[in-house]
C-alpha cells in the first residue's frame, strides 16, 4: 500500500511539472482571417492556408477527340496524363458503360515514369447508343520503396443530339412549379 502511495505521489508531481512546462511555453497566436483591398485596386489578398494533396497517385489528365462520336462508329481519344514522378512505372486502364466498347489493346498501357513527364495515351471506342456515356480511366503508379497508388477519371461522351435532352419541359398548365400531394408519417 504503501509503495502505491509512493508512485501515486510521483504521478501527481510528474504531472504537474508537465502542465508548469506547457504553461511556460511560447503561445501561438493565430490572426483571423481577413482580406484587404486599396481603393485604386480590385486585387483582394487573402491570408495563406495549409495546401493539402488528394490523396492517391499524383497524375492529372487531359483528352481530345478526333472527331465527335456517333452511334456504331469508332472514334479515337487522345488522353494524356501528366506525372509528378522521376521514376516508376504508370499502368493505364480503360473501360466503358454498357453502351460503350472499348476496343483491345488500346484498353491499356503501361510505360515507364522516367524521363517524360507526359504520356500520351490513344483509346479507341465505339458507342452502341446515343446519350452520354462514360470512360473510365484508372491510373496506378508503382514507385521503388512505395506501395502502388491509384487515380481515377472519367470522361464525358455525349453521341447524338444531347443538348435538346439537357432541358426540362415546361409543365402544361403554365407553372413554374409542381405541387405534388404527399402524406407524412411519423413512428
Not at 490572426?31 to 491570408?47: G, I, M, Q, R
Request: net charge negative.
Amino acid at each position: 500500500m504503501h509503495r502505491q502511495m509512493k508512485r501515486l505521489g510521483q504521478l501527481a508531481c510528474l504531472g504537474a511539472a508537465l502542465t508548469l512546462v506547457a504553461c511556460a511555453a511560447e503561445r501561438v497566436e493565430q490572426e483571423p482571417a481577413t482580406t484587404t483591398a486599396t481603393a485604386t485596386s480590385s486585387e483582394v489578398k487573402l491570408p495563406e492556408y495549409p495546401r493539402t494533396r488528394k490523396p492517391g497517385a499524383a497524375v492529372s489528365f487531359k483528352h481530345a477527340f478526333e472527331a465527335k462520336p456517333e452511334v456504331d462508329q469508332l472514334t479515337t481519344v487522345e488522353i494524356t496524363v501528366r506525372d509528378a514522378y522521376m521514376d516508376g512505372t504508370l499502368s493505364l486502364t480503360a473501360s466503358g458503360d454498357e453502351n460503350l466498347v472499348v476496343f483491345q489493346p488500346t484498353a491499356s498501357m503501361t510505360t515507364s515514369m522516367a524521363g517524360a513527364d507526359e504520356h500520351v495515351w490513344r483509346v479507341s471506342f465505339e458507342p452502341k447508343s446515343e446519350g452520354v456515356h462514360y470512360l473510365n480511366i484508372v491510373a496506378t503508379i508503382e514507385d521503388a520503396g512505395l506501395f502502388p497508388m491509384s487515380r481515377t477519371h472519367a470522361i464525358r461522351i455525349e453521341v447524338g443530339d444531347v443538348a435538346a435532352s439537357k432541358t426540362a419541359a415546361a409543365p402544361t398548365n403554365g407553372e413554374m412549379a409542381v405541387i405534388l400531394e404527399a402524406e407524412e408519417t411519423t413512428e
